[in-house]
């Protein structure tokens, strides 16, 4: 019998709610701005009230405590968008719908979606990374979603300097740190308009594939996934594949053996439905687990 | 009852040998250098054809295939030591003794020893660094000897350098990356002598410390492990345990939430015994699978 599921992507700048079933087939979806919790909260209760789901997969913006055993479990803990910090998340799903949740981040149910049905399918180890506002990584380690003592963070790593770049970055944490480096606003504060607005063939593409390769050489070099799968706005700059491969072969260096680079480091399938059809999916194990 | 096990910490200066129980109480070692596979095998079958063990567990310097459904599965892979490169290890070990393997890494094997016996007890994630002529990274996942595609090449990511720093690096792969910075010989060629003759105070720790606390910050942003543990020959300078706390405080800037950095970021406990008695633990495990 098909179960109604319910998916949350609570992503920095907007939400996603969707109903849909354990395919991750989704039946009906709304989107809403993410402004405040008291705000955006009341939207999604106003949508899942509507429906009967009998588990929720969330994937939330981060940092997130995904710790059972922390006293904090389910809050969105140090995000620079200050009023969610310390915010309760789960808490107050838990609190409106007393049913099963699934609660990662917004990448890891991206990770999840690719995994189970988009081009992470047939791999074991599948690496998710948005570049967009912000870098995320998601990572789905042997089918399962990751965690360590929490969550990866990945797009706060530090980078090698291309030469000659000697941009500040506009990470407020970390400055020059990947995100700083190559995600939206760094790809705009360097060309001085928005990535969508420029040039296949504007130069700042050259510092971009150089970055992004960068993160895909230390992703290679400590999870050794099976794929690594780019979405997020600015990927939608589809030159910037074959340049981060080639800048990858650079780098590596033929140290350890990779796949072949057109099936190692590709464009999300599922587009921007990826991380919703993830929190459903998640949503499902939920249930037989 | 008591099982005899083998353990094998294949270094790529030097081998050690053991035979030992369940536990990793080790009973008999030897020790000799790395050379080539014919004269070095030669003394490994020597030593275990003394004894009548159950299994063996082998933790090799690499890259290694790791993978059970790859042709080369069992071989030591793009080693810059050649007479290595390509060699069929676990092929060498099945055909002279017809037993049970594990087949991993040398610094897999010590973060499991850790992991057991060591500074990673009551951890889930565990991940090992040793710093000596190379650097490498083991890591334990949820109790597990972590394997993506193939495992953990930590030791060759590229780092952010440091204000002032323009040393070229050592890495014959890729110059300037963590091992080309930081490891022993990287030490040496920056400070003109071997680390173990300079001064604790000398400028050089500073250097080194700041890399390797960047290191942390990689491994904490990707794989998020509960605790980091430092071995090898370079480690043995304890003055840079509070340097690489307080670098790794101010490069992380309070994003995402860490452990007490006194037990987050620690000293190896089995010193130079991680790996062989890694290697024994992990021999005893392939029993029980």
Redesign the interface.
Known sequence: MAHLLGGIEAGGTKFVCAVGDENGNIQKRVKFPTTTPEETMKEVFAFFDQYEVEAIGIGSFG?I?INPESPTYGYV??TPKLPWKNYNFLGAMKARYDIAYEWTTDVNVAAYGEYKKGAGVGK??VLYATVGTGIG?GYI?HGELY????????G??????EAGDDFAGVCP??G?CLEGLAAGPAVERRAGKKGDQLLSTDSVWETEAFYLA?AC??????????VIIFGGGVMKQKQLFPMIRENFLE?????????DLDNYIVHVELGDDAGITGSLLAAADVLTK
């Open positions: 940092p405590d803990t140090d074991d180890n990584v380690s965690r360590g003592r929490s969550h990866p963070e990945g706060h790593i530090l980078m090698q300097r944490y970390h020059a960068q050489m230390t992703y290679t070099l400590t999870f050794s996934p099976d780098l590596m260096h033929d140290y350890v053996r990779v796949p």
